[in-house]
């Protein structure tokens, strides 16, 4: 079955980096998402992203947060400068339409830890 | 932001029997109700979906009830399967954003022999 996978599993950094993390959709999907998960809390929305543009964010994607489609392939997350409360789990995740017929496929996530 | 509640954190069920997750909501606007089932290092995968015009959908050993007047939706598994063992999301969305989901907090499951 089709896998949303992504790099790295585990990034260390130091606050104030710049950090990005990638993940590649499952290839027919046009439809990208950033969600989080921070230690002991709920999964959170962070953005979605369709035909090159954010369709929606929540408040926590601020000034610090971008996304990318650099490629046909993959979709990127960019902190451009790291804060110890950034420390989570991201999960990417795509689907194939915008709707209620096309759950969210979610990759295994990538643990940020900040320092 | 206590939209999604999920208010057992953990559920130990015998091999075989049935297993039943509960979810409550308190925001009217949501009218697409969504399972996800979770193993440690893995992301969450999708289960099974019910939209507010139901009040029921099956999938197999899965299926989801959905009381708009109680605002209450569940999971029941059966048989349960060790296998089955897990952290269930339940997640909700409103008409218009229906990838922009709110999670609840997850129930473990553990299915015992």
């Known amino acids: 079955e089709p896998e949303v996978t992504q790099t790295p599993s585990h990034q260390v950094t130091q606050m104030g980096q710049e950090v990005i993390l990638r993940c590649v959709p499952i290839s027919n999907h046009l439809y990208f998402y950033w969600y989080r998960q921070i230690l002991g809390q709920k999964v959170e929305f962070l953005v979605s992203?369709?035909?090159?543009?954010?369709?929606?964010k929540s408040e926590i994607f601020d000034d610090q947060f971008s996304v990318e489609r650099p490629d046909g392939s993959n979709f990127t997350l960019k902190i451009r400068s790291t804060k110890l409360e950034d420390s989570a789990m991201y999960f990417c995740?795509?689907?194939?339409?915008?709707?209620?017929?096309?759950?969210?496929?979610f990759g295994n996530g990538t643990r940020l830890t900040v320092t | 932001d206590q939209q999604v509640k999920q208010n057992s954190p953990s559920l130990s069920v015998q091999e075989g029997r049935i297993s039943i997750l509960n979810c409550d909501y308190t925001n009217s606007m949501f009218d697409y109700f969504l399972w996800y089932k979770k193993y440690p290092a893995e992301g969450p995968t999708f289960l099974i979906s019910?939209?507010?015009?139901?009040d029921k959908n099956e999938d197999g050993r899965f299926t989801v009830f959905l009381n708009k007047s109680a605002k209450h939706l569940s999971l029941h598994i059966v048989p349960s399967q060790p296998g089955d063992s897990a952290v269930y999301f339940c997640?909700?969305?409103?008409?218009?954003?229906?990838?922009?989901?709110?999670f609840g907090t997850g129930t473990r499951l553990q299915v015992t022999l």
């Open positions: 997640a909700a969305s409103i008409a218009g954003t229906a990838s922009k989901l709110t």
């Open positions: 995740a795509s689907s194939d339409g915008p709707g209620y017929n096309s759950p969210l496929h």
């Open positions: 019910i939209s507010s015009i139901k």
């Open positions: 992203f369709y035909n090159n543009e954010i369709s929606e």
